[in-house]
């Protein structure tokens, strides 16, 4: 099902019915700030393997999860003061912080070193939805940047494909906090000239 939510003021009844298809173990495409991405609940250990296998992905490299605030960030990582004030700086944006996970996340979404991507995307859509379900959802790219490419190629296997506008896709950077020590991991959108 192609749903069209409008991007700068989700209709909430829209973001309702995504949320409880999440709830129900459903899988969905949705817009993030950096690209379309494929998601399900976080704790729908079958979903996460079934998008393991869509995007031909060794169980060893888990997916990033996506949260809607700082404060349900501290529930899934260990954050200290300086990952806590470092990130209040940059999200939402286009970045994905790695942190040590906590037990409230799934093994299969963890790293051999216990940790954990996590974002906060600077998108409306996206942000109520996990808002609304209440738990930070799985993000990987689609690999489309238009909702009617992503039908094509995973209509039979997603239950709701949002159409939040076209993106220009560009991936997040990726900043390890481990050990408040940053790393980057990799360059994208997100500017990462205040980490060098």
């Not at 069209?4 to 209709?11: D, E, R």
């Not at 912080?97 to 991507?117: A, D, H, N, S, Y």
Request: proline share 7%; with cysteine.
């Amino acid at each position: 099902m192609l749903l069209s939510i409008n991007p700068q003021n989700p209709q909430g009844r829209l973001i309702k019915r995504v949320s409880e298809h999440l709830d129900k173990g459903g899988l969905i495409a949705y817009p993030t700030d950096t690209f379309y991405g494929i998601g399900c609940d976080l704790l729908n250990k079958k979903g996460i393997q079934l998008i393991h296998k869509l995007k031909s992905r060794p169980l060893k490299k888990p997916f990033s999860i996506v949260c809607d605030s700082l404060k349900e960030i501290s529930r899934y990582a260990q954050v200290s003061n300086y990952a806590y004030k470092t990130m209040r700086r940059f999200l939402p944006g286009p970045y994905t912080f790695i942190l040590e996970g906590t037990k409230l996340v799934p093994k299969i979404m963890l790293t051999k070193r216990k940790t954990v991507g996590i974002r906060v995307p600077d998108n409306k859509i996206c942000l109520e939805i996990v808002g609304a379900l209440g738990r930070p959802i799985i993000s990987t790219s689609a690999g489309f940047d238009d909702p009617y490419a992503i039908q094509e190629a995973y209509a039979s296997h997603l239950d709701i494909i949002i159409d939040g506008g076209v993106l220009f896709p560009s991936p997040s950077s990726v900043i390890s906090l481990i050990g408040n020590v940053p790393e980057i991991i990799r360059e994208g959108k997100g500017d990462v000239s205040s980490f060098l």
